[in-house]
């Protein structure tokens, strides 16, 4: 990808990680525990031979970090479903006036219950309309004395299974109003998927956060599901999990591919993990003979992850590996992961172009030639007939 939108997106992580790790340390000093600390893992780019230890984060939804993480794979799931339903629409619903902590819990519950409950009222069925996501956002969020005053409202997706007429669908919105009595807006086929999954607290709002507002905050929104699949989109998920597939990106088109994590699925024999990954290592036979001596346990690859620009501008291999950090190794043998037979073997077998760049370079100048060989052509008019 373009080094200098690379550098861009790595500098607005850094400065997001930074503002996680900021209001992390406002909840310890508050007594809640932000950090995992029983997980320890690293990710590895498999031809830059890079690595760096992944934040150990608690799922807390206002963690900017942990947020965009959980943000990433939703909208993956939403733009892979969506692929089948070009007639979706976006709706914004609110909850009305502004509330404090103390109420929030029970307005967003309320609010919930009823999306869920619209989608079984039968002038919805009749008319082929149903929610099948949404997400919550508290909106402005800016302390109120020991308090902190938010505006919950919910992003909305509705699908439709049929045409409906001017009048009918006038009729539909009438309805849809008057159930959620609120504010209640159809915003239209739905353009751009990300507008459906934000920040449920912008990170920007926490400048003006003290640690026991943080600390309200948190307590406030513990147990609220603040993003939720219905409908269609849940039986879609399902299926994605049930059948062990994940979905990458070709061609800019999401596909659903087998996924190795945790094993192939025992109902699929085509697209079964290969058999040189199932073949034991010397490095197995190593953790085997050290487990059964109760002895600790050597690190571990848990997962091969998508190609991606973790480390360098160029997509490469990923993937993760567990127990470093407990196995006592220090940062300076870590390289030796990379002579591990299991990822030798994953290295010899993917064949990649690792001359990008020069590439590049020879189609630049191959180009540049043709245009001064067109330029030096001799330009004849066309005579008029």
Not at 266 to 277: E, S, T
Request: net charge positive; proline share 4%; aromatic share 10%.
């Amino acid at each position: 990808m373009d080094y200098d939108k690379w550098q861009t997106g790595q500098e607005q992580r850094k400065y997001l990680l930074e503002q996680t790790h900021h209001i992390a340390k406002q909840l310890e000093s508050e007594g809640i525990n932000a950090y995992n600390a029983d997980q320890d893992l690293h990710i590895f780019g498999l031809h830059s031979k890079s690595f760096r230890e992944l934040p150990n984060f608690r799922n807390i939804c206002f963690l900017p970090s942990v947020a965009q993480k959980n943000r990433a794979q939703t909208l993956k799931t939403l733009e892979f479903f969506l692929q089948t339903q070009p007639n979706a629409r976006a709706w914004t619903i609110t909850t009305g006036k502004r509330v404090g902590l103390k109420d929030l819990g029970d307005r967003v519950r309320k609010l919930h219950r009823k999306i869920s409950k619209i989608n079984a009222t039968a002038w919805m069925k009749r008319a082929g309309a149903r929610f099948v996501f949404r997400s919550t956002e508290l909106g402005e969020v800016f302390p109120d004395n020991e308090d902190v005053s938010c505006h919950p409202h919910v992003h909305a997706l509705m699908v439709l299974q049929r045409f409906i007429p001017r009048d009918e669908w006038s009729n539909l919105l009438s309805k849809i109003q008057a159930f959620f009595g609120a504010y209640s807006q159809d915003n239209g086929k739905l353009r751009n998927v990300r507008e459906m999954v934000k920040y449920c607290v912008k990170p920007s709002d926490f400048l003006h956060l003290d640690s026991k507002h943080v600390a309200s905050l948190y307590h406030a929104t513990q147990g609220l599901r603040l993003v939720e699949s219905l409908r269609d989109l849940r039986v879609t998920k399902r299926t994605l999990k049930d059948c062990k597939y994940k979905l990458v990106r070709r061609k800019g088109v999401l596909k659903k591919v087998p996924s190795w994590v945790g094993g192939a699925s025992l109902d699929k024999a085509i697209d079964a993990v290969p058999n040189w990954m199932q073949q034991r290592t010397t490095e197995m036979v190593e953790r085997d003979e050290q487990l059964g001596r109760d002895l600790q346990l050597t690190p571990s690859v848990v997962a091969w992850c998508s190609p991606a620009s973790v480390f360098t501008p160029v997509t490469e291999p990923i993937f993760i590996v567990h127990g470093l950090r407990k196995a006592g190794w220090e940062k300076g043998k870590y390289s030796r992961i990379f002579a591990w037979e299991e990822i030798q073997r994953m290295e010899d077998l993917i064949k990649v172009h690792t001359k990008t760049l020069t590439v590049q370079e020879k189609e630049k100048k191959f180009q540049e030639i043709e245009e001064k060989i067109y330029e030096n052509k001799r330009k004849i008019p066309i005579r008029a007939t």
